[in-house]
């Protein structure tokens, strides 16, 4: 199949497969002599993996790191679960941070009059916004960006996915 049926029947975009495919994530499939790929079965439920993986909101990263599991048939459920609890953890930390920003807009639109005045608690919390410096945060454990696991914060660039062979589903 073309790349707009493996999009279709994955619910991945043609743009995201070849990039997942530019960046390693998934292997380079088969092309036709004109050049365009051609997606077995195989690949598209590899794709349909990662599309659930990314639903839950696993980074790409992280998806290269259970791809490599779920390709690996000696792999430890036990390194599974961390990656799992891992993301339940980073999301658990996201929905805070959510929280907090909807407490203080609550609170800032509640001392808004809201009416034909020009003065405004929103526009001056927001003007009066103290700069920030740009500094990385390190994340921890089994979702820590490539760089940062081998070995330090990577010079600040990211690692690239090492690229993949033809996909091979254990059982």
């Given amino acids: ?24 994530l998934i292997p ?5 002599e004109a050049g365009y790929r051609v997606y077995s079965e195989r690949d598209v439920h590899m794709l349909r ?4 993986a990314r639903d839950l909101g696993f980074s790409v990263e992280g998806i ?6 779920w390709r690996d048939r000696s792999r430890r459920s036990g390194d599974v679960k961390r ?18 920003m909807a407490a203080t ?3 800032l639109a509640a001392h ?3 009416d034909h005045r020009p003065d405004c608690p929103i526009l001056h919390d927001l003007e009066a916004a103290a700069p920030v410096r740009a500094t990385p945060t390190k994340r921890s454990g ?20 090492r690229p993949i062979g033809r996909f091979e589903p254990a059982v």
């Fill in 1 to 24: 199949m073309n790349i707009g049926e493996a999009a279709s029947a994955s619910g991945v975009s043609a743009k995201m497969i070849r990039y997942y495919e530019s960046i390693g």
């Fill in 28 to 32: 380079a499939v088969t092309r036709t």
């Fill in 49 to 52: 993996f990662i599309r659930r």
């Fill in 83 to 100: 990656l799992a609890t891992a993301q339940v953890d980073d999301l658990r930390r996201k929905i805070r941070e959510l929280e907090e």
């Fill in 64 to 69: 290269g790191d259970l791809v490599g599991l």
């Fill in 112 to 114: 808004c009059h809201g």
């Fill in 142 to 161: 089994a979702v820590a960006r490539r760089g940062e696991r081998h070995g330090g914060e990577g010079g600040g660039k990211k690692a690239a996915l």
């Fill in 105 to 107: 807009l609550e609170t």
